[in-house]
C-alpha cells in the first residue's frame, strides 16, 4: 500500500511538471522594469497573452522623473525582439499628443499595433524616449519595460 501510494505521488508529480509548459503559454504575461537606467512604464495589454500575427493593444503609463514628453517629438516604441536581439517584424512608433512635465503621471493607448509571427521564445519592449539623428544611437531611452515570453 505505502508502494501504491508512492508511485502514486510520483505519477501526479510527473504529470504536474510535464503539463506546466503547456500552461505556461496560455499564462497572462507581466511587464518587468528593463535592467539599463530610466523610468518604469506600467503596461497592460488587450490580448493577454498576444496571438501571433494579431492586432494588440496597449496602455501605458507612468510618469517621467527627469524628462518633459514633448508633443511630436516625445515617442512611445513598442517591440518585439528574439532573445539574441534579432527585431520581429517592424518596430511601431507613435508620438505623444500631449506635452507633460517630468513628475506627472501620464498614460498613452496605441490601440493597434501589429503582432508579428511569434516565435516560442521572444521579448516585448515598450519605450518611451526621443528620436536621434545619430544612427548609432537613433533612441534615447527615458523609461521602459519588457516582458519575456517562453513557450517552454
Ligand atoms: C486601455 O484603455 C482603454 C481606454 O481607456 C480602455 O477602454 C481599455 O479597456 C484599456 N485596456 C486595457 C488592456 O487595460
Ligand atoms: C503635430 O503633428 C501633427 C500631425 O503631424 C500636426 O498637425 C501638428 O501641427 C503638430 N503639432 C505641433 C505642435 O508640432
Ligand atoms: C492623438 O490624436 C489623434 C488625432 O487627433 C487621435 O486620433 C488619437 O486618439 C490621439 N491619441 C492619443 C493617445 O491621445
Do not use: H, R
Not at 50 to 59: D, Y
Amino acid at each position: 500500500m505505502k508502494n501504491f501510494i508512492f508511485a502514486f505521488i510520483l505519477l501526479a508529480l510527473l504529470l504536474t511538471v510535464n503539463a506546466a509548459p503547456f500552461q505556461y503559454n496560455k499564462k497572462a504575461i507581466t511587464f518587468q522594469p528593463c535592467p539599463y537606467p530610466g523610468d518604469f512604464l506600467n503596461v497592460k495589454i488587450g490580448t493577454n497573452p498576444p496571438e501571433s500575427e494579431k492586432s494588440e493593444s496597449f496602455n501605458v503609463s507612468g510618469k517621467l522623473t527627469k524628462n518633459d514628453i514633448i508633443k511630436n517629438q516625445t515617442i512611445l516604441e513598442i517591440l518585439y525582439n528574439t532573445p539574441d536581439g534579432t527585431i520581429l517584424g517592424n518596430d511601431y512608433v507613435q508620438t505623444f499628443n500631449d506635452s507633460i512635465k517630468a513628475g506627472t503621471q501620464f498614460t498613452i493607448s496605441a490601440l493597434d499595433v501589429p503582432t508579428p509571427k511569434l516565435p516560442d521564445i521572444y521579448l516585448i519592449g515598450v519605450n518611451v524616449g526621443e528620436k536621434t539623428n545619430d544612427p548609432q544611437n537613433s533612441l534615447i531611452y527615458y523609461a521602459c519595460a519588457y516582458a519575456f515570453v517562453s513557450d517552454f
